[in-house]
């Protein structure tokens, strides 16, 4: 039997993720796909503790498409973004790590992630045990309404576009002091932490030129990037840099800390290039440059690099390896 925990839900990265593999897995293997029941928040590190995974024996396998493990006699496969909160988290989010998903990971000798940078952390992370793990990169996908076709959101003058959380390591404040520096431009802000970005804004004396968002659907969102002059991807650390790949899907150029390198990873090439990540004049001279710039073009083959289906395939490989 093949336990799903599918409880990773909403429009951030780790739901896009999880709704797009899980709702392909079943398609994919051979034997019965189940819920996993196990109730309550994904997020908190005491979730390891629920009950709910004993209900599969030695003979299934449980699957998360985040990083959740817990109490089980079942080997568990789990999809490790990053390792963001190792340098981040609290305490207690470190010792979940350490005591709970690196034994449950070198118990099921395999672990997924999304990006080339990720697979080389977690196998440092490993330590002697990643001689026994197969860490497998099996991407990340863009969804069907980030193309540059559809309805695009006019503005009365250049407008940025920060599609992110107020998380230390996003680095967001910078953008608000830069937005100082370029007085013609404006910016929409979409992210879960609207008291904090306002706080942003109102330190740097643009409030009157931003505008926050919270919770858009991708509709509205790939609307918001194909009439963005650009977006701005600030992050110091990241696993793997889906609104940069939105938004190039939707034909809008990133401007991006060149040090983030599973961001680099998706623009190389095609966006503007930071290499100071607190220098605000630095961003406001690489904002400007992205405003003023040609418009965006792709290799042919840049798309097919990030197509669900062939994340669906290769989660299903890794899942069928192990069930």
Same mark, same amino acid.
């Given at each position: 039997?093949?336990?799903?925990?599918?409880?990773?839900?909403?429009?951030?990265?780790?739901?896009?993720?999880?709704?797009?593999?899980?709702?392909?897995?079943?398609?994919?293997?051979?034997?019965?796909?189940?819920?996993?029941?196990? /109730?309550?928040?994904?997020?908190?590190?005491?979730? &390891?503790?629920?009950?709910?995974?004993?209900?599969?024996? @030695?003979?299934?396998?449980?699957? @998360?498409?985040?990083?959740?493990?817990? !109490?089980?006699?079942?080997?568990?496969?789990?999809?490790? /973004?990053?390792?963001?909160?190792?340098?981040?988290?609290?305490?207690?989010?470190?010792?979940?790590?350490?005591?709970?998903?690196?034994?449950?990971?070198?118990?099921?000798?395999?672990?997924?992630?999304?990006? +080339?940078?990720?697979?080389?952390?977690?196998?440092?992370?490993?330590?002697?045990?990643?001689?026994?793990?197969?860490?497998?990169?099996?991407?990340?996908? &863009?969804? @069907?309404?980030?193309?540059?076709?559809?309805?695009?959101?006019?503005?009365?003058?250049?407008?940025?576009? !920060?599609?992110?959380?107020?998380?230390? /390591?996003?680095?967001?404040?910078?953008?608000?002091?830069?937005?100082?520096?370029?007085?013609?431009?404006?910016?929409?802000?979409?992210?879960?932490?609207?008291?904090?970005?306002?706080?942003?804004?109102?330190?740097?004396?643009?409030?009157?030129?931003?505008?926050?968002?919270?919770?858009?659907?991708?509709?509205?969102?790939?609307? !918001?990037?194909?009439?963005?002059?650009?977006?701005?991807?600030?992050?110091?650390?990241?696993?793997?840099?889906?609104?940069?790949?939105?938004?190039?899907?939707?034909?809008?150029?990133?401007?991006?800390?060149?040090? &983030?390198?599973?961001?680099?990873?998706?623009?190389?090439?095609?966006?503007?290039?930071?290499?100071? @990540?607190?220098? +605000?004049?630095?961003?406001?001279?690489?904002?400007?440059?992205?405003?003023?710039?040609?418009? !965006?073009?792709?290799?042919?083959?840049?798309?097919?690099?990030?197509?669900?289906?062939?994340?669906? +395939?290769?989660?299903?490989?890794?899942?069928?390896?192990?069930?």
């Amino acid at each position: 039997m093949i336990y799903v925990d599918d409880r990773r839900t909403g429009n951030h990265g780790i739901a896009r993720f999880a709704r797009e593999v899980l709702s392909r897995l079943p398609a994919r293997v051979s034997g019965p796909v189940r819920r996993l029941p196990v /109730h309550g928040s994904a997020s908190t590190p005491l979730d &390891c503790l629920r009950p709910g995974r004993l209900r599969a024996t @030695s003979r299934d396998l449980v699957v @998360s498409p985040g990083p959740n493990a817990g !109490l089980s006699r079942a080997p568990q496969l789990v999809t490790l /973004h990053d390792l963001i909160h190792l340098d981040t988290g609290s305490r207690l989010k470190r010792e979940y790590y350490e005591r709970v998903l690196r034994p449950a990971i070198a118990r099921a000798g395999r672990v997924l992630t999304v990006s +080339d940078a990720s697979r080389e952390a977690i196998e440092s992370w490993l330590g002697p045990a990643a001689a026994r793990v197969r860490v497998d990169v099996v991407g990340n996908g &863009c969804s @069907s309404a980030f193309t540059r076709d559809g309805e695009v959101e006019r503005f009365t003058r250049p407008t940025l576009a !920060l599609v992110s959380n107020a998380k230390v /390591h996003k680095n967001v404040e910078v953008v608000f002091r830069a937005l100082a520096r370029c007085p013609e431009l404006g910016m929409v802000v979409v992210g879960p932490a609207p008291a904090t970005m306002a706080g942003f804004a109102a330190s740097a004396g643009v409030t009157d030129r931003v505008e926050i968002r919270h919770d858009v659907p991708d509709i509205q969102l790939a609307r !918001l990037y194909r009439g963005s002059a650009a977006l701005v991807m600030p992050s110091t650390l990241e696993g793997f840099g889906l609104p940069v790949l939105e938004a190039m899907s939707c034909g809008t150029r990133a401007v991006y800390w060149e040090g &983030c390198a599973p961001v680099a990873e998706i623009a190389a090439g095609s966006g503007v290039a930071v290499t100071g @990540s607190t220098d +605000d004049r630095e961003w406001a001279e690489a904002m400007d440059k992205a405003v003023r710039g040609e418009p !965006l073009h792709l290799p042919g083959t840049w798309a097919g690099r990030y197509d669900w289906d062939r994340v669906g +395939d290769r989660f299903a490989r890794a899942v069928r390896k192990l069930a």
